[in-house]
Nanobody
């Protein structure tokens, strides 16, 4: 499976961005998909996730009420998740990664290459 992110960019504080992640390739059973981010000098952290069965979501405290994760399944070999980011802050500046956890895996085991989000003050 291949994961490809898009939608990053340079915005001002208070602006919005929507990131997209397309999972393509042979259909695979997923437990969840999520968004992570890594800022310079910091460890990678989870931002939001969505369970594939049932659609329940999780958000890091730092983004609750501002970010929203959603999914679209146009066909079995192409799944898409989104991260709508509102009221962006300079602290949201990071490389954002899309990830997927396949059935049987104990952690996220497929990763995209990342997309840069820069929020200026």
């Amino acid at each position: 499976v291949q994961l490809a992110e898009s939608g990053g960019g340079l915005v001002q504080a208070g602006d919005s961005l929507r990131l997209s992640c397309t999972a393509s390739g042979r259909p695979f059973s997923k437990v969840a998909m999520g968004w992570f981010r890594q800022a310079p000098g910091k460890e990678r952290e989870i931002v939001a996730s969505i369970r594939w069965s049932g659609g329940s979501t999780y958000y890091a405290d730092s983004v609750k009420g501002r970010f929203s994760i959603s999914r679209d399944i146009p066909r079995s070999d192409k799944n898409v998740i989104y991260l709508q980011m509102n009221s962006l802050k300079p602290d949201d500046t990071a490389v954002y990664y899309c990830a997927a956890q396949s059935v049987g895996a104990h952690q996220y085991d497929s990763w995209g290459q990342g997309t840069q989000v820069t929020v200026s003050s």
